[in-house]
């Protein structure tokens, strides 16, 4: 279950499925710059770490480098150091692994989702850390929902592509790129799962929407800290 709460007098979303894992969305309310300031602060965090994000299937372990260029997952397995990604319709996705105490952030749009980008970032946790699809808890974030994301028949094709059990994912031209991930994930064995129910564009009081604000730069994050 999903429930707001507040960091700095800020609201922020979070999962009670992972309450062990310091994590959360950010909303509107959170700085969009000056917010490496605003974590650091809340967090007592020693070190920030966020990738340039390109749409890609690339994910990478967070080491002592800062600068993760074309990467669209981290996998963090250092205690104090904050990951943080940026959103703004695009599918945010949390992973701990408790047994391991391992965590991670992927950005999954249609490209990242076409990708298997969560998929990956299992197998690389795994083959890594050892990290078990049974022990992980996966927490998918606000993103634009079935109700608004129509795509064409190319995406169409990529994405249903993906999953074995197509049931309830696609209606007509509309896909629901949250449940896709989900999907993906539990047909390799995740089972943790918690999906957000908030639209990014229907609930555009809360989050940035790009389809909703015509390609606004502006973007939440997904935060994470073991
Ligand atoms: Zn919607």
Not at 80 to 96: E, H, K, N, Q, R
Not at 112 to 130: D, L, P, S, Y
Not at 144 to 152: D, F, N, P
Not at 158 to 183: E, P, Q, Y
Request: aromatic share 10%; net charge neutral.
């Amino acid at each position: 279950m999903f429930y707001f709460d507040k960091i700095n007098g800020k609201k922020i979303l979070k999962s009670d499925m992972a309450d062990s894992l310091c994590h959360f969305f950010t909303t509107r309310e959170c700085p969009v710059r000056g917010n490496e300031e605003f974590f650091k602060t809340a967090l007592k965090a020693k070190r920030i770490v966020s990738p340039v994000q390109t749409h890609s299937a690339n994910v990478e372990i967070v080491s002592a480098k800062n600068e993760y260029t074309e990467t669209d997952g981290l996998i963090l397995p250092e205690p104090g150091t904050v990951i943080y990604l940026s959103f703004a319709d695009c599918v945010p996705l949390i992973f701990y692994d408790k047994v391991n105490r391992i965590a991670a952030i992927s950005h999954a749009g249609w490209r990242g989702t076409a990708e298997r980008i969560g998929v990956i970032t299992v197998e690389k946790m795994n083959k890594h850390f050892g990290t078990q699809p049974k022990d992980l808890i996966v927490v998918i974030g606000p993103a634009i929902s079935a109700c608004c994301y129509e795509v064409g028949e190319e995406v169409f094709a990529k994405l249903i592509g993906t999953v074995s059990d197509t049931t309830g994912l696609f209606s007509g031209n509309f896909v629901d790129l949250k449940k896709i991930n989900a999907r993906q994930l539990k047909e390799i064995g995740v089972y943790q799962i918690d999906i957000a129910p908030y639209c990014t564009r229907c609930n555009n009081d809360l989050f940035f929407s790009y389809r909703k604000e015509c390609g606004t730069i502006m973007r939440h994050n997904a935060v994470v800290m073991l």
